[in-house]
């Protein structure tokens, strides 16, 4: 998503029946800058941004903002919470377990196909949650044998 202006994310708040406070914009602003980061790197880019600000307040705005549907939360197994701005269209993240970067890739095939569970069991679903591990290109790259070098097994790094 794009990065919106102060005064767009002024109107989101409004429209989202929330204040707008110095802190809740320079979350949202933080949030758009950083896709996918932690409440940490969220909390040093907002007090940077704008100076006075506790890891309380940005806690709180954090929880207020995705409880209201303007921050996704996102929490890998074995990794702390991520927050980003890309919110209503149930996309999917790539995760590489070497460095942990974190990207977009959306539904499989057409917008929200994943919502169709094969049986749903009279639940009314409204987000799947898929992740995917890997290994990102950077990391598959510094990882392989150089060329010309001694051939390892595959299954190596896996046990
Ligand atoms: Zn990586
Ligand atoms: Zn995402
Ligand atoms: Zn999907």
Known sequence: MAV????EAADRLRRHGLHVTAQR???????????????????????????????????DALGVLTAKG???????????????NRVGDNHHHLICRSCRRM???DCA??????LT???DSGYEIDEAEVV??????????????PPGGPERTLSATDS
């Not at 095939?109 to 994943?114: A, D, E, H, Y």
């Open 25 to 59: 914009l320079a979350v949202l602003r933080a949030v758009g800058d950083l896709p996918h980061s932690t409440a940490d790197d969220i909390d040093k880019v907002a007090r940077t941004a704008i100076g006075a600000i506790s890891h309380q307040a940005v806690y």
């Open 109 to 114: 095939v057409g917008s929200t196909p994943c």
């Open 70 to 84: 303007l921050l996704r939360r996102i929490q890998p197994a074995g990794s702390p919470a991520r927050y980003e």
């Open 4 to 7: 919106e202006s102060p005064v």
């Open 117 to 119: 569970a094969a049986d």
């Open 132 to 145: 995917y591990w890997g290994r990102c290109p950077e990391c598959v790259v510094a990882t392989s044998d």
């Open 103 to 105: 990207v977009d890739v």
